[in-house]
């Protein structure tokens, strides 16, 4: 089998595409034929062993990804040989033609999704569920702001959110990722390239602000955020790049919370929960994942290059 091995940590450049060993599944375990794999920003802080969790090398990236099953070990009971899945964790990675997962770490893929859009699930959509409704416990009719909407977990977090009935402002840094987010049901678009457009939104809710925030670039963002929370309102941090200086104050004087969140901290329960979400929302046609970019598995060096570009627009894929 074909897969893109890590053997040091580095730049872009150390993701080789190789020939690996055939993957056998053991009790509990499926091995899945992968048609197409997500690209995510942790997998390239992962790559250049910045991350807090660094694999042994060599490894193979990825986690989430789609395609059919081709093995089931003992004891496998939701999957058969055939089976249209999603992944949403691996234990070989899934930047490759095969992935060997538990079976937990799969979903059904209906008939309706495609591969790529299947590919798009697993962090994406599984960030911005937990952010919003088990970090923020969001609820119908509260104003969400969503930074950098137009990425993957933005695109996920405005269909979720439109599907629980809230009111969206979301951002975006260039005309088609702010015409993506308006298309996908933002009530308000907002340029984040623009100085001052935070500034904004007390005008576009007639002063009320706003009561939950995802913030996907916290040591920027941070500090303009507590101004434009609502009393009693949440920001979740899922991204940042460094570090920032807040004013305590408003916190207190808003009776506001500012969590952070990472999606491989969410237990099993939890999970679980999310992804007979998520497979509901997949079925009546609420979420449809926006693919902006497929490249070969050959490719993944620019694959990862163009996940931390500006200008974000949908999901990155890689299709073996």
């Given at each position: 089998?074909k897969?893109?091995?890590?053997h040091?940590?580095?730049?872009?450049?150390?993701?080789?595409?190789?020939?690996?060993?055939?993957?056998?599944?053991?009790?509990?375990?499926?091995v899945v034929?992968i048609?197409?794999?997500?690209v995510n920003p942790?997998?390239?802080?992962?790559?250049?062993?910045?991350?807090?969790?660094?694999?042994?090398?060599?490894?193979?990236?990825?986690s989430?990804?789609a395609?059919v099953?081709?093995?089931?070990?003992q004891?496998?009971?939701?999957?058969?040989?055939?089976?249209?899945?999603?992944?949403h964790?691996?234990l070989?990675?899934?930047?490759?033609d095969?992935a060997?997962?538990?079976?937990?770490?799969?979903?059904?893929?209906?008939d309706?999704i495609?591969?790529?859009?299947?590919a798009?699930?697993g962090?994406?959509y599984?960030t911005?569920?937990?952010?919003?409704?088990?970090?923020?416990?969001?609820?119908r009719?509260?104003?969400v702001?969503?930074?950098?909407?137009?990425g993957?977990?933005?695109t996920a977090?405005?269909?979720?959110?439109?599907?629980?009935?809230?009111r969206?402002?979301?951002?975006?840094?260039?005309?088609?990722?702010?015409?993506?987010?308006?298309?996908l049901?933002?009530?308000?678009?907002?340029d984040h390239?623009?100085?001052?457009?935070?500034?904004?939104?007390?005008e576009?809710?007639?002063?009320?602000?706003?009561?939950?925030i995802?913030e996907?670039?916290?040591?920027v963002?941070?500090a303009?955020?507590?101004?434009?929370?609502?009393?009693k309102?949440?920001?979740?941090?899922?991204?940042?790049?460094?570090?920032v200086e807040?004013?305590?104050?408003l916190?207190?004087?808003?009776d506001?919370?500012?969590?952070?969140?990472?999606?491989?901290?969410?237990?099993?329960?939890e999970m679980e929960?999310?992804?007979?979400d998520?497979?509901k929302?997949?079925?009546?046609?609420?979420?449809?994942?926006?693919?902006?970019?497929?490249?070969?598995?050959t490719?993944?060096?620019?694959a990862h290059?163009?996940?931390?570009s500006?200008?974000?627009?949908?999901k990155?894929v890689?299709?073996?």
């Amino acid at each position: 089998m074909k897969a893109i091995r890590i053997h040091e940590f580095g730049g872009p450049e150390v993701l080789r595409h190789e020939e690996t060993e055939e993957l056998k599944p053991s009790a509990g375990q499926v091995v899945v034929r992968i048609k197409a794999a997500g690209v995510n920003p942790v997998e390239t802080y992962i790559r250049a062993g910045a991350y807090a969790r660094k694999p042994e090398l060599p490894f193979t990236p990825g986690s989430d990804g789609a395609g059919v099953v081709l093995e089931s070990g003992q004891g496998v009971k939701k999957f058969k040989s055939g089976d249209r899945v999603y992944t949403h964790g691996s234990l070989s990675g899934t930047y490759a033609d095969k992935a060997l997962c538990l079976e937990s770490q799969l979903s059904p893929l209906p008939d309706n999704i495609s591969f790529s859009q299947g590919a798009a699930l697993g962090i994406p959509y599984g960030t911005a569920y937990r952010a919003l409704f088990q970090k923020a416990l969001a609820l119908r009719g509260e104003t969400v702001l969503i930074h950098g909407a137009s990425g993957g977990v933005g695109t996920a977090a405005i269909q979720l959110a439109r599907a629980a009935g809230m009111r969206i402002i979301a951002t975006a840094g260039s005309e088609n990722g702010l015409a993506l987010v308006k298309e996908l049901g933002a009530d308000e678009t907002l340029d984040h390239s623009q100085a001052g457009h935070m500034q904004k939104i007390s005008e576009l809710t007639k002063g009320k602000n706003v009561d939950i925030i995802l913030e996907m670039l916290a040591n920027v963002n941070l500090a303009a955020d507590l101004e434009a929370l609502a009393f009693k309102g949440r920001v979740v941090v899922i991204g940042s790049r460094g570090t920032v200086e807040i004013d305590p104050r408003l916190l207190m004087v808003k009776d506001a919370l500012v969590t952070g969140m990472l999606l491989f901290n969410t237990g099993e329960t939890e999970m679980e929960v999310i992804h007979a979400d998520l497979s509901k929302g997949l079925l009546n046609g609420a979420l449809s994942p926006v693919i902006g970019m497929e490249l070969p598995l050959t490719n993944a060096a620019a694959a990862h290059k163009k996940v931390m570009s500006p200008g974000a627009y949908g999901k990155i894929v890689l299709v073996p």
